[in-house]
């Protein structure tokens, strides 16, 4: 009885073992590769599975990934049954390329890349990782090759689409999608990045002076241009005055003569009204008026007008009359040979 209930007893914990065994927790993002009797048998993907213990095992695939330790990059390697689905980028080493001109570079890249068919990434090709390393260096040899320096100094965003290109023509077959690629540093010589440096310092400065002579034409053309403004400006200015000017002379003189006019007019009524000449009385009138800017001033003046001139304008209506007036008065005097005023 106590050898059957041990029997028993055994037999349960072997069971429970076994169970156990068989139970799978697979974490989100994560699959595993079944085998059954060494053959492939299905992929499980995450949550709780049950497998056959001792019948069904999982398939490893190799793997690395790279992390910080004592301040440098360490890489690991490690043999896992859990395969990540999740986007994972590589660290592609430092490799020595020559470019087309025979100019030696060092050259390292990132290759993002994503598992979408574990079956195949487990069952063709024997090291995934590996294997996208060494395809991405000797493809970055033939890309670098058929480039000059400067070309692939300039081109990476070409660099990165080419060999994207490759890897994920050559990935489709083992089941991965190379999601992005990424030149890290491209190092030339030493020698090489000092002229090129001076190279770069040596063009800053034609540009920095073609800029200078660019300002400088612009703002003597400026300064042509503000003169010339300024010029016609004056210049339209002055004619404007002018304009303006003769236009109020023409006004004036206008206004003037037609005020002379209108008391012309009225002195011409006026006279005829009364019986007498008027255009005797006008020229009488201008002849005194003569006179007198003629004797105005400062200084003493003596005007001579020869006798037979006054007779001659004493001929012209009573003009004459007006003279002798004036000589009864004083204002005129006669001497030998003329008369003047005193």
Same mark, same amino acid.
């Given at each position: ?15 429970? %073992?076994?169970?156990?065994k ?7 993002? =994560? /699959? ?15 949550g ?18 790279? =992390? &910080?330790?004592g301040?440098?990059?360490? %890489? ?9 689905l999740?986007e ?10 020559? /470019? ?10 990132? %290759? ?23 395809? /991405?260096?000797?493809s970055?040899r ?55 440096e ?28 503000g ?10 200015? =002055? ?10 002379e ?24 009364t ?13 005194? &008026?003569?006179?007198? =800017? ?30 002798d ?5 004083? %204002? ?6 003329g008369?003047?005023?005193?």
């Open positions: 009885m106590e050898g059957g209930l041990f029997v028993l007893f055994v037999l349960a914990i072997f069971i429970i %073992v076994v169970v156990s068989g139970l799978v927790i697979v974490k989100q993002a =994560e /699959t595993m590769v079944i085998e059954r009797l060494g053959r492939y048998y299905t992929t499980i993907g995450s709780l599975s049950l497998i056959i213990p001792l019948i069904d095992q999982p398939r490893s695939i190799d793997w690395k990934y790279a =992390e &910080e330790a301040g440098r990059q360490v %890489v690991r390697r490690i043999r896992t049954a859990r395969i990540d999740r994972t980028v590589l660290d592609i080493p430092k490799q020595n390329v020559i /470019t087309k001109d025979n100019v030696a570079t060092e050259i390292s890249a990132l %290759v993002f890349i994503q598992i979408t068919d574990p079956k195949k990434a487990v069952y063709e090709i024997a090291n995934l990782p590996d294997s996208i390393e060494k395809l /991405t260096q000797t970055l033939n890309i670098i090759g058929e480039m000059d320096l400067d070309e692939s100094l300039n081109s990476r965003d070409t660099i990165n689409t080419k060999l994207r290109v490759i890897l994920d023509e050559a990935g489709h077959k083992w089941g991965v999608k190379v999601t992005r690629v990424e030149l890290q540093d491209i190092n030339p010589p030493r020698d090489i990045r000092e002229a090129m001076k190279q770069m310092r040596a063009e800053r400065d034609r540009r920095a002076q073609i800029l200078e002579a660019e300002g400088t034409k612009r703002a003597r053309i400026l300064e042509a241009e003169m010339r403004e300024a010029e016609i400006n004056k210049a339209e200015g =002055e004619k404007r005055a002018r304009v303006l000017r003769a236009e109020g023409a006004e004036a003189r206008l206004r003037v003569a037609q005020a002379e006019s209108a008391s012309v007019k009225t002195l011409s009524d006026t006279i005829a009204g019986g007498g000449n008027p255009a005797n009385f006008l020229i009488a009138m201008r002849y005194i &008026e003569t006179l007198r =800017e003629m004797v105005s001033g400062r200084d003493n003046k003596v005007i001579y007008l020869p006798y037979e001139a006054t007779s001659l304008l004493g001929a012209v209506g009573g003009i004459k009359d007006i003279f007036g004036a000589r009864g008065q004083g %204002v005129l005097s006669s001497t030998r040979g008369t003047h005023l005193g």
